[in-house]
């Protein structure tokens, strides 16, 4: 089965609080990242040299197969952002989507 987010895309409204409920329905640990394209892409970088680095980022969550996670998050200014599963081979997978606050 392919790495996929359901849904794809996000949108939301800057200012908006949220709850995030993240559902791990795979058979391995997953992972869900809110952050710019790029600081993501730096972030894979180093989870492919690192690939058992703890996080205790606000922004994150890791919940093992068949477990759930929350985020609650307040989104500041609008743009482009990207949500992303990056233990190594997962983005490359698909697990990735777009992020965009209006």
């Known amino acids: 089965k ?7 895309e996000l949108t939301f409204a800057a200012g908006e609080t949220i709850r995030l409920h993240i559902v791990n329905e795979g058979e ?3 992972e869900f ?8 892409a730096e972030h894979k970088e180093m989870m492919a040299k690192f690939p058992e680095m703890e996080h205790d980022d606000p ?5 093992e ?3 759930e996670a929350e985020i609650l998050w307040t989104f500041g ?6 949500f992303a599963g990056l ?3 997962h983005y490359d997978g698909g697990m ?7």
């Open 2 to 8: 392919p790495f996929v987010y359901e849904p794809g």
């Open 28 to 30: 391995e640990v997953h």
């Open 33 to 40: 990242v809110m952050d710019t394209m790029d600081a993501n």
């Open 59 to 63: 922004n994150a969550v890791r919940p």
């Open 65 to 67: 197969p068949g477990q």
């Open 77 to 82: 200014k609008p743009g482009t952002f990207e």
């Open 87 to 89: 233990i190594p081979g």
């Open 96 to 102: 990735h989507g777009s992020l965009t606050i209006n």
